[in-house]
């Protein structure tokens, strides 16, 4: 093999061995400081200073916006889920923006009209951060967040949000999403990934490293917008860039592990892949827009750590892809160099390829399968981790397994049109 | 309010540490793989010149007994596994290795010399001895295109016919023995591939059809095989016609 890439190969397992191993580190630092927060959530710590214990009437006010675009299938079940919140209802307002639904959106949510906890409003269509922007303006509680027509929460999830308002500083919290009821393949892929998820944006807050507030149920202090002005359009992700505008005037974003948030995952390869090309170019073009946080040390670990390797993780899985499949094309031409001048015998095959695939001395045991299985290890405990952070209580673990098997079969699908969608972009503005 | 936020420095040098801790314990796992791989195959080189060395005994004895008490452990099986794990080591090895891997390759040509001349001088003494040598003469890709091709062909005859003992021989190699060998062969590092067979050089690919028009053995074994067959499923069928037949008589009762 050649040198160089093995240089490049060793570098970047050390970088994502070191990431893993940090974000490992951090959670040994932290383990006692969350489980106060268990507690405090429960309501059993010295200050007790759960929401449970506040009267109602000291209770802050919410808003929630629920921004809707053709969504008459499951915008119900969403306002309902919000109706359910234990909250009161006094000090909750739920404010549907619909922004120009061509289908029976505007129809289906008029059963709602004069409920004394919902607003209805109309907009002509403009995108979804604009329908943010319209809620923001017209809402007058401290707080406000956000929900996609396509979730749904707990009833305790805003109970579980708040309290961490109480640090000084914080204008944010994110909660801990999960996928609906997953019942195929890809909605188990996405499960796992998503309670890995949890963990990751756990230790992310705790480095004040988070660089996206999810749409789904993530609260911010009303008065922010006024300070960082409204929400962009920002390459159609504009939950990453507000995080990151957050992070460059330096508020706190907090993370409630315990405030669960389901959402209905995309059903089909085609859908989860549309998704997945808009979150990472999203991230890709933002993290560009924001690059003067790349490598600044006032942008502590989200600067120096975490965004420079983000980064460089989507180029290098980009490398290695590139190189698995030339790897892949010699092989497959090879073989059918051999089948050509002896001809394919399955029997005699397949012996050949035991004798010198399976048994343990011709076996690759190189650095990189070593290093894989570490990363394995670590990334069965940050699901199984993330699970019980969120108090998921499932006993199922096959979703990791698909995770494992399958997460990076597909993943380079969107990886690849997202660079290319970035690299094509960055042309176009150059003209 | 706006803080700034902070680099906890002595987490990013932990961080360094324990990361470059498990990153030299792998490195140093593999090196013991890699000198286990190693010392495997010295020893299976070991293994097979205690064969040739009781081979010869043998031989020697042999002049005074007859073809029969030879064995099969005269042929030493290991030469084939060895070749294979010759040349993974060869591809996979880096580069401070390479040293070690020539030296076991001229080893291995040696001993493939010795056993070449012993099967010879079995077969011309006992001539039912149905051993089929033929020396391999091959060259890196650069020199020899169509090398890759031959050692396939080959490779898949060794699979199909135990009888066959192929003795490859990389051309490059610095060995006087092997130098001999080419000479009295005629072999040029220019004309490659080449394969002997009953003292006669052949150059060029040989597809696997062409090589048994070389060696006619390998048609006569391929005849005795299909006789062989033919004589099995006739044994068959007429098993299977007597269970018939007693299905048959069996079943008359009933009518």
């Known amino acids: 093999m050649d040198i160089a890439f093995d240089l490049f190969l060793y570098s970047f397992m050390f970088l994502i061995l070191y990431f893993q191993v940090f974000l490992i580190l951090t959670l040994l630092e932290n383990r006692s400081s969350i489980k106060s927060e268990n507690k405090r959530l429960e309501g059993i710590g010295p200050d007790g200073e759960t929401l449970e214990n506040i009267p109602d009437t000291d209770k802050p006010t919410v808003t929630i916006v629920v921004p809707v675009f053709n969504e008459e299938k499951t915008v119900e079940k969403t306002i309902l889920s919000l109706l359910d919140l234990n909250y009161p209802k006094d000090k909750l307002t739920i404010m549907v923006v619909d922004d120009g639904s061509k289908d029976n959106t505007w129809k289906f949510v008029q059963k709602f009209q004069g409920h004394p906890m919902i607003a209805l409003h109309q907009k002509e269509n403009g995108g979804k951060y604009t329908a943010l922007n319209y809620a923001i303006e017209h809402a007058t509680s401290e707080y406000i967040g956000c929900l996609d027509a396509d979730s749904f929460v707990d009833s305790e999830a805003l109970n579980h949000i708040l309290p961490y308002f109480a640090e000084e500083g914080v204008v944010a919290v994110t909660p801990s999403m999960k996928i609906q009821n997953p019942d195929n393949v890809l909605g188990m892929i996405q499960n796992a990934e998503y309670q890995l998820g949890i963990f990751t944006r756990k230790i992310l807050a705790i480095l004040d490293a988070q660089y996206v507030t999810p749409g789904p149920f993530s609260i911010f202090k009303r008065e922010v917008f006024n300070d960082v002005g409204p929400y962009r359009h920002a390459h159609n992700t504009e939950d990453l860039e507000m995080a990151l505008r957050l992070q460059e005037k330096h508020y706190k974003i907090r993370n409630a592990h315990r405030a669960l948030v389901y959402t209905v995952g995309p059903r089909t390869i085609y859908k989860l892949y549309k998704q997945r090309v808009r979150w990472t170019g999203g991230f890709i073009q933002n993290a560009l827009d924001y690059k003067r946080l790349i490598l600044n040390p006032n942008y502590g670990n989200l600067g120096f750590l975490v965004l420079p390797l983000a980064m460089y993780s989507i180029l290098a899985t980009l490398i290695f892809l590139a190189y698995n499949l030339t790897t892949l094309i010699t092989r497959s031409f090879e073989a059918y160099n051999r089948f050509k001048v002896t001809g394919f015998d399955w029997r005699l095959d397949l012996q050949q390829f035991i004798g010198t695939n399976i048994d343990w001395w011709f076996y690759n045991l190189q650095s990189s399968l070593i290093l894989g299985s570490i990363a394995v290890l670590i990334i069965i405990f940050a699901v199984v981790y993330g699970k019980k952070l969120a108090g998921i209580k499932e006993n199922n673990y096959m979703d990791i397994l698909y995770f494992l098997l399958l997460y990076s079969l597909i993943s380079p699908l969107w990886l690849i049109t997202s660079v290319y969608n970035t690299i094509r972009n960055r042309d176009a503005a150059w003209r | ?255």
């Open chain 2, 1 to 255: 309010m706006n803080t700034r936020q902070s680099i906890d420095r002595n987490k990013y040098v932990m961080t360094f540490m324990i990361t470059a801790i498990i990153f030299g314990l792998m490195l140093y796992i593999n090196g013991i793989l890699d000198q286990k791989r190693y010392e495997d195959v010295k020893s299976i080189q070991d293994q097979i010149s205690l064969d040739l060395l009781s081979s010869e005994t043998q031989f020697n004895l042999l002049k005074e007994t007859s073809c029969k008490s030879i064995d099969d452990s005269v042929l030493s099986k290991e030469l084939n596994s060895l070749a294979t794990k010759l040349s993974y080591l060869e591809a996979n090895q880096s580069e401070s290795n390479q040293g070690e891997i020539a030296y076991l390759k001229k080893y291995y040509s040696l001993l493939q010399v010795k056993d070449w001349i012993l099967m010879r001088q079995l077969a011309e003494k006992c001539k039912d001895q149905k051993v089929i040598s033929v020396l391999y003469f091959y060259g890196d890709k650069e020199d020899c295109s169509e090398c890759e091709d031959m050692s396939y062909v080959l490779t898949r005859l060794r699979q199909q016919y135990p009888e066959l003992r192929i003795y490859s021989f990389d051309t490059k190699l610095d060995l006087g023995a092997l130098n001999t060998l080419k000479t009295i062969f005629g072999i040029e590092s220019t004309k490659l591939p080449a394969l002997v067979y009953n003292g006669q050089s052949n150059i060029g690919f040989k597809s696997i059809d062409e090589i048994k028009e070389l060696i006619p053995d390998l048609k006569q074994i391929d005849i005795e095989n299909a006789k062989k067959k033919e004589l099995e499923e006739m044994s068959k069928d007429s098993e299977n016609k007597a269970s018939t037949s007693t299905g048959a008589t069996s079943a008359k009762p009933r009518n």
